[in-house]
DNA sequence: CTTATTTTATTCGCTTAGCTAAGCAAAGGT
DNA sequence: ACCTTTGCTTAGCTAAGCGAATAAAATAAG
């Protein structure tokens, strides 16, 4: 190849890519901040409301962490008066976890000011734009989680979907990220 | 999913665009792991390694964490036989850290897997197609990060291409991110 | 030159987040 | 009725982060 300017593309592509990431990152604390709570707490809870219940098992598996986790997470979101443990009837083992009122609240009134930000300028472009940034990302989601990857759209707050967005799929693979040993 | 009319390609972008954290998110633990440090502790490392030798206040800086945090994470990486201590000289409040040799090997000898996979895919593409997933990247991360924001190749670990390649610049400014309070 | 201020790193105590391993209780199978 | 699986919790550990309090050196004032 042409090591000299096909090189330059491959870089310039990373550092986009990069850019994207680092974007994304701070947003994360951002909106934590302005939440009250941590990121971590803040994504679970956005789990929880967003379908009105969900149980512990659910709630580990799509944030890739195992049980254990959840049960810790969940104790402080109880303790900040975020969330409610709510004991099935239909399975006496599983707990419902469900937003409070609070809760609630605070993931509708999140910010959430990169992603707003993000869809106010993406819905400002021309069709055809939206097409190919539609096309490229996917594209180059592809080329990065090669094999399929359960790609729930965790990153929507609010508003975006439905109600009861089913998000059955989840293949849940992945049993646990399986982070380094010590 | 309910592809059908709830989706638009507002939310297929935003979809994409969770996938692609997602991946980069896995990727960090991945590569963590294959060097027996955690995703942290690699970066610091990275860091160190780039440029031979850096204060703690400078790893601070780079990676938007207090100096507090900066010295436990220099204990387990001195701990680990990644990097060593030297008091500096010129001025004797200040600590150089330095890689030894086994923590410039773990460093340059990362597998770094999704760059790699990145960029073997990215190459194979046609001219055209990378010239368009550049543009649109670019054009996405600058709907995200809106403001100013030190784009330094940080995605950049092994570097798949030359050994020398600039990566210098970095204007390690970015006064500190100032991470969300506790 | 002496004193005050700022800078750099460390230590201490605490919180969050993550893990594994053990355990209990409810559902299911055979 | 007995195992086995499933769902959650507990307990104990590590890593990562913070702020506050030092200690020591380098600067700035005086």
Redesign the interface.
Known sequence: ?F?GF??D????????????????E??G??L??AAGL??VQFRALQIVAETGSATAKAIATRM?VTQATVTALIDRLVRQGMVERQPSQTDRRQVNIVPTAAGQRTVEEAPDA??Q???R???ALADWE?????A??????A????EE?D??????TGH???PD?GVA?HPAQ?PG?????G
Do not use: C, N
């Open positions: 190849m090591e096909l090189m593309r491959t870089d310039t592509s990373l550092i986009a890519l990069r850019r994207i990431l680092r974007a994304t701070l947003h604390k951002e934590a901040q941590t990121a890739g990169l992603q930000r993000y869809v300028k993406f819905e939206q097409a190919q940034i539609v490229t990302l996917e594209r180059v989601a080329m990065l989680d090669a990857l790609a729930s759209p965790v990153l929507a975006i979907h439905g967005d799929g992945r990220p399986k982070p380094v040993a």
